[in-house]
């Protein structure tokens, strides 16, 4: 625990002027990031006497080891940077906002030539038009079902999509008038951009004006007589109606507006919002968060807006945005969004009429979700509880081990071995901790090996990542060899390390030994480091000797303070280091349970990766052993000659008329041909057919 006036800036250095402040902790990581308008008056208020803070921020303080600041032009600017810094660092003591489920939303992809209807979730792309949330998938489709048969547009996938053209016949939806069927050229790519553009405009809430010209229309055409059309209308007519009727107009004034309610309680808050356009509720999503800083109702509408419209644009970010408490600086998050949409938003507090009425419901869907969510957080927490229990009491541990890594190691009758780490932490999955292994001590198939070798790479980066950031203390000096377990300290910084990995402050890229989710971040840059924290449990996927040899590289490193038990597949058994009888939990046990689904997981991910590598290197032609020719010249050269076997009979100066292929890269290509040419062709014995090369240069 650090003391703060030991890292406590002098008045005089710290700027009164707006800014944005980090505070790190003792390796370099940034654990929390605030803003101000006065930094001065901010920051003193931190190094107060640490009885008179709140628990929160006396745990934050003390936890940090030094405070650095940002000057920005006004509070705006800070509202942005400091919304950048959070996404960025993901700072353990900021309230971070956890989407309580995957919503999904009607987009309409107005990017393509031909625009599509579709089911959509995660993260928004450029030129795609999108509605909602919506609270299940269904609903989008029965919307869209009933929609269709006024606005016909094309909802089918690419491959659908090509076939029909290419066929010439289109989809059941074209020859039943629910799609206007563009990939047969039945209308014109404009006609369907039109349709397209009145489907997003009805949408988006301009539907009065299109019912009445649809009624219009329908009243013409009786006066003309012509009945079928006046029938067709009128049941169009009905469709967007009932379309309409499936979102209850809440907003007599046809408003578009969000409303974000809050509810707490000293632990923590859920957040709802319900997206209103037109009126008529068009989303809803709700987010729970811990307070893991001391913040009220404003800070956590504050910290709700930021995330809401933080990657949002133009017409998604509304012209009102209601709240039950506004943030601390109102006017500076009020211009930050009148920024995002392009004109000016109202942020306010509703106090009479409909809208009032409405925030009490969306208050109300708040507490319910805060309920709820304790309640399955309760029943979570006490099992998981209940499982590091038992395996602390079945092991021997004196704590329960909060953080636990599996290994396992996958394979195909010996080739492409590959391992795998997954990482648990409170019993849940942690997989931005997750890595995977390629073995490189040896070829063939030796678990045992593989096990051993996999450990001490992992373990010798954890120890490499404890001296770059002094966790060993300051009596250590980093020069002497001996003061490491394997020589782990270089002399030159660039130097690789005893094993062959990369220095452990160079950065990993791909062809590094361990790959991940993540990528190695530049030094100091508060950003978590790969391996930097250690298991209180390492679980191998296997019995006596996988356990053996993991324990055995631990203790070639030093390490003599991590647990090891293997978990064997047959008879679920747990095995511990130099025991010759197993550990046997009762099959009911949650503490069982818990490291079967850990040993899963890295069974999962091991064989994934294990099966991208096989697939990876069966496609593998030869042109892949070209030098310098990547893959967008592969295929131009495949699609010019049509096939590696035509490839391979074109003279240099053929190949040189490929656009983007030189004399040097030509002649490379040959050469590269004749070598992987083959001998004579391949036989089929059962059939006698003779194995022609495909368009790949694989055999088949």
Same mark, same amino acid.
């Given at each position: 625990?650090?003391?703060?006036?030991?890292?406590?800036?002098?008045?005089?250095?710290?700027?009164?002027?707006?800014?944005?402040?980090? /505070?790190?902790?003792?390796?370099?990581?940034?654990?929390?990031?605030?803003?101000?308008?006065?930094?001065?008056?901010?920051?003193?208020?931190? #190094?107060?006497?640490?009885?008179?803070?709140?628990?929160?921020?006396?745990?934050?303080?003390?936890?940090?080891?030094?405070?650095?600041?940002?000057?920005?032009?006004?509070?705006?600017?800070?509202?942005?940077?400091?919304?950048?810094?959070?996404?960025?660092?993901?700072?353990?003591?900021?309230?971070? *906002?956890?989407?309580?489920?995957?919503?999904?939303?009607?987009?309409?992809?107005?990017?393509?030539?031909?625009?599509?209807?579709?089911?959509?979730?995660?993260?928004?792309?450029?030129?795609?038009?999108?509605?909602?949330?919506?609270?299940?998938?269904?609903?989008?489709?029965?919307?869209?079902?009933?929609?269709?048969?006024? /606005?016909?547009?094309?909802?089918?996938?690419?491959?659908? #999509?090509?076939?029909?053209?290419?066929?010439?016949?289109?989809?059941?939806?074209?020859?039943?008038?629910?799609?206007?069927?563009?990939?047969?050229?039945?209308?014109?790519?404009?006609?369907?951009?039109?349709?397209?553009?009145?489907?997003?405009?009805?949408?988006?809430?301009?539907?009065?004006?299109?019912?009445?010209?649809?009624?219009?229309?329908?009243?013409?055409?009786?006066?003309?007589?012509?009945?079928?059309?006046?029938?067709?209308?009128?049941?169009?007519?009905?469709?967007?109606?009932?379309?309409?009727?499936?979102?209850?107009?809440?907003?007599?004034?046809?408003?578009?507006?969000?409303?974000?309610?809050?509810? !707490?309680?000293?632990?923590?808050?859920?957040?709802?919002?319900?997206?209103?356009?037109?009126?008529?509720?068009?989303?809803?999503?709700?987010?729970?968060?811990?307070?893991?800083?001391?913040?009220?109702?404003?800070?956590?509408?504050?910290?709700?807006?930021?995330?809401?419209?933080?990657? @949002?644009?133009?017409?998604?970010?509304?012209?009102?945005?209601?709240?039950?408490?506004?943030? =601390?600086?109102?006017?500076?998050?009020?211009?930050?969004?009148?920024?995002?949409?392009?004109?000016?938003?109202?942020?306010?507090?509703?106090?009479?009429?409909?809208?009032?009425?409405?925030?009490?419901?969306? +208050?109300?869907?708040?507490?319910?979700?805060?309920?709820?969510?304790?309640?399955?957080?309760?029943?979570?927490?006490?099992?998981?509880?209940?499982?590091?229990?038992?395996?602390?009491?079945?092991?021997?541990?004196?704590?329960?081990?909060?953080? %636990?890594?599996?290994?396992?190691?996958?394979?195909?009758?010996?080739?492409?071995?590959?391992?795998?780490?997954?990482?648990? !932490?409170?019993?849940?999955?942690?997989?931005? @901790?997750?890595?995977?292994? +390629?073995?490189?001590? #040896?070829?063939?198939?030796?678990?045992?090996?593989?096990?051993?070798?996999?450990?001490?790479?992992? /373990?010798?980066? *954890?120890?490499? =990542?404890?001296?770059?950031?002094?966790?060993?203390?300051?009596?250590?000096?980093?020069?002497?060899?001996?003061?490491?377990?394997?020589?782990?300290?270089?002399?030159?910084?660039?130097?690789?390390?005893?094993?062959?990995?990369?220095?452990?402050?160079?950065?990993?890229?791909?062809?590094?030994?361990?790959?991940?989710?993540?990528?190695?971040?530049?030094?100091?840059?508060?950003?978590?480091?790969?391996?930097?924290?250690?298991?209180?449990?390492?679980?191998?996927?296997?019995?006596?000797? +996988?356990?053996?040899?993991?324990?055995?590289?631990?203790?070639?490193?030093?390490?003599?303070?991590?647990?090891?038990?293997?978990?064997?597949?047959?008879? @679920?058994?747990?095995?511990?280091?130099?025991?010759?009888?197993?550990?046997?939990?009762?099959?009911?046990?949650?503490?069982? *349970?818990?490291?079967?689904?850990?040993?899963?997981?890295?069974?999962? #991910?091991?064989?994934?990766?294990?099966?991208?590598?096989?697939?990876?290197? %069966?496609?593998?032609?030869?042109?892949?052993?070209?030098?310098?020719?990547?893959?967008?010249?592969?295929?131009?050269?495949?699609?010019? /000659?049509?096939?590696?076997?035509?490839?391979?009979?074109?003279?240099?100066?053929?190949?040189?008329?490929?656009?983007?292929?030189?004399?040097?890269?030509?002649?490379?290509?040959?050469?590269?041909?004749?070598?992987?040419?083959?001998?004579?062709?391949?036989?089929?014995?059962?059939?006698?057919? %003779?194995?022609?090369?495909?368009?790949?240069?694989?055999?088949?």
């Amino acid at each position: 625990m650090a003391d703060p006036s030991s890292y406590r800036p002098k008045p005089g250095q710290i700027p009164d002027s707006p800014g944005v402040y980090r /505070f790190r902790d003792e390796h370099r990581r940034v654990i929390y990031v605030g803003k101000a308008k006065n930094l001065r008056q901010r920051l003193a208020n931190y #190094f107060q006497d640490l009885a008179s803070l709140h628990p929160r921020t006396r745990t934050m303080v003390t936890t940090a080891a030094s405070v650095e600041w940002t000057i920005v032009s006004t509070e705006v600017e800070a509202l942005q940077l400091e919304y950048s810094w959070i996404k960025e660092f993901d700072p353990r003591f900021n309230v971070k *906002y956890r989407d309580d489920k995957s919503y999904p939303y009607l987009a309409v992809t107005l990017n393509e030539e031909f625009p599509r209807v579709q089911v959509m979730r995660g993260a928004k792309k450029k030129g795609v038009r999108y509605f909602g949330p919506y609270g299940h998938a269904w609903a989008i489709r029965e919307t869209v079902d009933l929609m269709l048969r006024v /606005f016909p547009v094309r909802t089918c996938s690419a491959g659908v #999509f090509r076939n029909a053209a290419r066929t010439g016949r289109p989809c059941l939806l074209g020859y039943i008038g629910k799609c206007s069927a563009p990939c047969v050229g039945r209308v014109a790519p404009e006609e369907h951009r039109e349709l397209a553009e009145d489907f997003c405009d009805f949408m988006a809430g301009r539907t009065g004006t299109y019912i009445r010209r649809l009624e219009k229309d329908m009243m013409a055409a009786a006066e003309e007589m012509e009945y079928e059309r006046a029938a067709r209308l009128r049941d169009d007519v009905e469709a967007l109606k009932r379309a309409m009727e499936k979102s209850a107009v809440v907003l007599a004034d046809a408003t578009d507006a969000d409303l974000i309610a809050v509810a !707490e309680d000293e632990l923590e808050a859920a957040v709802q919002i319900f997206h209103v356009r037109g009126g008529r509720v068009r989303g809803q999503r709700g987010w729970v968060t811990d307070k893991v800083e001391n913040v009220d109702t404003s800070g956590l509408v504050e910290h709700a807006l930021q995330q809401l419209y933080g990657e @949002e644009t133009g017409d998604a970010v509304p012209k009102e945005v209601l709240v039950p408490a506004l943030p =601390e600086d109102p006017d500076a998050v009020s211009q930050w969004l009148a920024g995002r949409r392009g004109s000016q938003v109202s942020l306010r507090i509703p106090q009479r009429g409909d809208k009032k009425d409405l925030m009490a419901t969306v +208050q109300r869907n708040a507490q319910q979700a805060l309920a709820l969510h304790k309640t399955k957080r309760a029943s979570d927490l006490t099992t998981r509880s209940r499982a590091l229990e038992e395996i602390a009491e079945a092991l021997g541990l004196d704590s329960a081990p909060l953080r %636990i890594e599996c290994y396992d190691i996958s394979h195909l009758q010996g080739d492409d071995v590959v391992a795998s780490m997954v990482v648990f !932490e409170d019993g849940l999955a942690r997989k931005s @901790e997750y890595r995977r292994f +390629q073995i490189k001590g #040896f070829e063939g198939q030796d678990d045992v090996r593989s096990m051993h070798e996999v450990i001490g790479r992992r /373990f010798k980066r *954890y120890l490499q =990542e404890k001296e770059r950031t002094g966790e060993w203390g300051e009596t250590t000096d980093p020069t002497d060899s001996t003061a490491f377990p394997d020589g782990l300290a270089a002399k030159d910084p660039a130097a690789p390390s005893p094993d062959g990995l990369p220095a452990a402050s160079g950065p990993v890229g791909p062809a590094a030994d361990e790959t991940g989710p993540g990528s190695e971040p530049r030094e100091d840059d508060g950003r978590p480091k790969r391996f930097a924290y250690p298991p209180q449990l390492v679980v191998v996927d296997g019995g006596q000797p +996988q356990v053996a040899a993991a324990k055995r590289a631990l203790d070639e490193l030093g390490i003599d303070d991590i647990a090891v038990c293997g978990l064997a597949k047959r008879l @679920e058994e747990v095995w511990l280091p130099d025991d010759d009888d197993p550990v046997v939990l009762p099959r009911s046990s949650e503490g069982l *349970y818990l490291l079967q689904r850990v040993r899963d997981e890295a069974h999962r #991910f091991a064989i994934t990766y294990q099966r991208t590598k096989r697939a990876k290197r %069966i496609r593998s032609g030869p042109l892949d052993a070209v030098a310098g020719l990547g893959e967008t010249r592969k295929q131009a050269l495949i699609k010019h /000659f049509g096939s590696v076997k035509k490839l391979r009979r074109a003279t240099i100066d053929e190949i040189c008329a490929v656009p983007g292929i030189g004399r040097r890269t030509a002649e490379s290509v040959a050469v590269a041909l004749a070598a992987a040419a083959p001998a004579a062709p391949a036989v089929n014995t059962a059939t006698g057919e %003779i194995i022609e090369e495909d368009d790949g240069g694989s055999t088949t």
